[in-house]
C-alpha cells in the first residue's frame, strides 16, 4: 500500500509540475480539492446505514446523528465527521461492533485516494496523521474479517489498526528505528515494540523493491542536490574511471594565458585538475596529463580570471 500511494503520488506531482504551473492554479487546486474532498465524504456517508444507539457506547466522543434515528448515531460519521486524531482514537479504541468491516474499507479506499491526491497541493498538508489513519482504518478492516472468518476466537480490532497504522507508514516514508520509536511511545506499552518494529522493517523492505519513500522522490522532484545513502543500482559496478573522460586535460600550477584560453576553447570539461609542473617536455599544442594533483579549477573561475585579467607576466607584475 505504501508502494502504491508513493506511484500514485509521484505521477500526480508530474503532472503538477506540467499543467498547474502558474500561482493562479497553484491558488485555485486546493480551493477545488477542498470541495471535491467535502463532497466526496459526504457521499460515502450518505450511502452508508450503518447506525448505533448511543447508549451502549459511553467511551465514543464524537457521534453524530445524520441520517439515523433518535438515539443513534452514525458509524461512518465518526471517522468522516471528526478530527484525524479523533477518528485514529475511534479506530485503536472503539468496541468491535461499533465498525463492520464493509464500512471501515470503504472509508480506507476513499481516504487512500484523497491523502494521495492531497499531499502535494499548494498549501501545507501533513503526512504523518493521514497515513497512520489510513493504516488503522485498514487495519482495523483484517482484523474485523479475521474475527468474522474464525468466530471461535477473540480479535482484537484495535491492535490490528496499529500494526495497520505503523506499516503504512512505514511503507510510505520509508524510516525503521526513529518512526518505531514514535509509535511506541504513543502507545506507552513497550510490549507492543517487537511487532511494531517487524511490521515497519518489513513494509520497508518490500516497498523498496517498487520504488523510493515519498520524501526522498519528492527530494528528487525538487531537484535537491542531495547525495543518498547508497549508490544507484546502476552505478554499483561502475569505477570512477569509468565516468571520466581520456585523455585528461591538466593545468599546471603556473600557465600561460594563451594556453589557458586555447584549453577552454578546445574542450568543454567543466573543471581541470592542477598538477605541477614536473621536468618532461611536453610537446608543443598538447596538454599535460600527469603530474602531481594539487587541486580542481572550474572552467567558471578560468573564465573570471581571464575577463578581469587577473594574471601578471614573467617578472610578477
Known sequence: IGALFNHINYKLSIFRRLYIETRLKRFIEPILAAGVVASTLFIIVM???????NGQY???????????????????????????????KTLFHAPPEVLNAQTVFTF?????????????????????VPCILLGAAW????????????????????????????????????????LT?????????????????????????????FNEGLYDIHIDLQGVPLLAWEPPPECISLNAGDMMTKPVHCVKTVERVGEIARLLETTSHNGFPVVDDLEV??????????????????????????KNSMFCDAYGT
Request: glycine share 14%; charged share 10%; proline share 5%.
Open 139 to 178: 487495519g482495523r478492516g483484517v482484523g474485523i474479517a479475521l474475527g468474522a472468518a474464525a468466530p471461535g476466537y477473540f480479535v482484537e480490532p484495535g491492535k490490528y489498526a496499529l500494526i495497520g497504522a505503523a506499516a503504512t507508514l512505514g511503507g510510505v516514508v520509508r524510516m525503521t528505528i526513529s
Open 181 to 209: 520509536v514514535i509509535i511506541v511511545e504513543s502507545t506507552g506499552d513497550v510490549t507492543f515494540g517487537l511487532p511494531i518494529m517487524l511490521t515497519v522493517m518489513m513494509s520497508k523492505w518490500i516497498g523498496d523493491i
Open 108 to 128: 480506507a479506499a476513499v481516504f487512500f485516494i484523497l491523502a494521495c491526491y492531497t499531499y502535494g497541493l499548494g498549501i501545507p498538508s501533513g503526512l504523518f
Open 281 to 306: 617536455n611536453i610537446p608543443d599544442g598538447e596538454f599535460p596529463s600527469f603530474g602531481h594533483f594539487q587541486g580542481l579549477i572550474l572552467r567558471s573561475q578560468l573564465v573570471i580570471l581571464l
Open 47 to 53: 450511502l452508508s446505514d450503518e447506525c448505533h444507539y
Open 58 to 88: 459511553q467511551t465514543l466522543q464524537k457521534k453524530p446523528q445524520l441520517f439515523c434515528g433518535d438515539g443513534q448515531f452514525h458509524s461512518l460519521g465518526t471517522l468522516v465527521f471528526a478530527v484525524p486524531e479523533e477518528a485514529v
